[in-house]
T-cell receptor, first 116, second 116 residues
């Protein structure tokens, strides 16, 4: 079974600064997907960024980027120019494609607070 | 386009009562999922379905039953509610990974359930 570990239960960052959230995972698979989800106080689950394990290039979406280290099984999220609207819970998630449900395995989350 | 709709949004039950949570999606997705979210635990898969008439157990299935009589609906039932089932419940739906462009799963807005 896959496991996803987020070692930082809470973090804070000053507005306009950069913050990095950590995620490690454990799997014996070679082909898989990794995701970061954002959950604001509204409770919505919002996809922030995705990474396919077969791609060496790190994914980037505007102010959000990842550092994917496949050998180290590490998938960190960097948020640049932090904004007040970035305040939320952030979940790292793993998916193994193939026969079956394509279910997501989530980490326990990191609560990020952006300070004005 | 409503996406994934969960009914109800909030509910309070007494121990031993039964209830059904309804999830409806209008995206013609084959796959549907029920998760529960507890503080400090992230999202954990309860049950899932890979098509109409099929269901399977996830990580934490005990105390829950599900049915997928129609492709667009996925019902989660609590036969005899217990305080340990106090949680926020999320439904999600998806296409197979080879078919989706960016979103691995589309989430509903959650149901907050309290068992007294």
């Amino acid at each position: 079974a896959q496991t996803v570990t987020q070692s930082q239960p809470e973090m804070s960052v000053q507005e306009a600064e950069t913050v990095t959230l950590s995620c490690t995972y454990d799997t014996s698979e070679n082909n898989y997907y990794l995701f970061w989800y954002k959950q604001p106080p509204s409770r919505q689950m919002i996809l922030v960024i995705r990474q396919e394990a077969y791609k060496q290039q790190n994914a980037t979406e505007n102010r959000f980027s990842v550092n994917f280290q496949k050998a180290a099984k590490s998938f960190s999220l960097k948020i640049s120019d932090s904004q007040l609207g970035d305040t939320a819970m952030y979940f790292c998630a793993f998916m193994k494609p193939g026969a079956g449900s394509y279910q997501l395995t989530f980490g326990k989350g990191t609560k990020l607070s952006v300070i004005p | 386009n409503a996406g994934v709709t969960q009914t109800p949004k909030f509910r309070v039950l007494k121990t031993g009562q039964s209830m059904t949570l309804l999830c409806a999606q209008d995206m013609n997705h084959e796959y549907m999922y029920w998760y529960r979210q507890d503080p400090g635990m992230g999202l954990r898969l309860i049950h899932y379905s890979v098509g109409e008439g099929t269901t399977a157990k996830g990580e934490v299935p005990d105390g829950y039953n599900v049915s997928r009589l129609k492709k667009q609906n996925f019902l989660l039932g609590l036969e005899s509610a217990a305080p340990s089932q106090t949680s926020v419940y999320f439904c999600a739906s998806s296409l197979p990974p080879a078919s989706y462009s960016n979103q691995p799963q589309h989430f509903g807005d959650g149901t907050r359930l309290s068992i007294l």
